[in-house]
């Protein structure tokens, strides 16, 4: 079992930056890759950026490639998302989720946190 607490949401404006963090407990999770997601209201939940357990491995969506950093600190048990440039289209609840597999497909992962609001004024 795997729990996951993101955290580092907040309102900011247009070109501003945030970094959430993704803290996780329980046994093994340095062997997990781990996933960002975001749902905006009306919206289906897509794909932001992966890590593998080894951070050797990272990818983005497009719409934020060149934006947003993923990283991870295995000793501390947790994934980072460094979010600059930010645009009123990036506004959406922020979700991290772990699986052994690294994988872009939401529907593949096992655990899931509670999510974190970030809303980027224009």
């Known amino acids: 079992q795997v729990q996951l607490v993101e955290s580092g949401g907040g309102l900011v404006q247009t070109g501003g930056s945030l970094r959430l963090s993704c803290a996780a407990s329980?046994?093994?999770?340095?062997?997990?890759?781990v996933g960002w997601f975001r749902q905006a209201p009306g919206k289906e939940r897509e794909f932001v950026a992966h890590i593998s357990w080894s951070g050797g491995t990272t990818y983005y969506a497009d719409s934020v490639k060149g934006r947003f950093t993923i990283s991870r600190d295995n000793a501390k048990n947790t994934v980072y998302l460094q979010m600059n440039s930010l645009k009123p289209e990036d506004t959406a609840v922020y979700y991290c989720a772990a699986d052994p597999d690294l994988t872009t497909l939401s529907r593949l992962y096992d655990y899931w946190g509670q999510g974190t609001q970030v809303t980027v004024s224009s």
């Open positions: 329980g046994r093994s999770f340095s062997s997990y890759a």
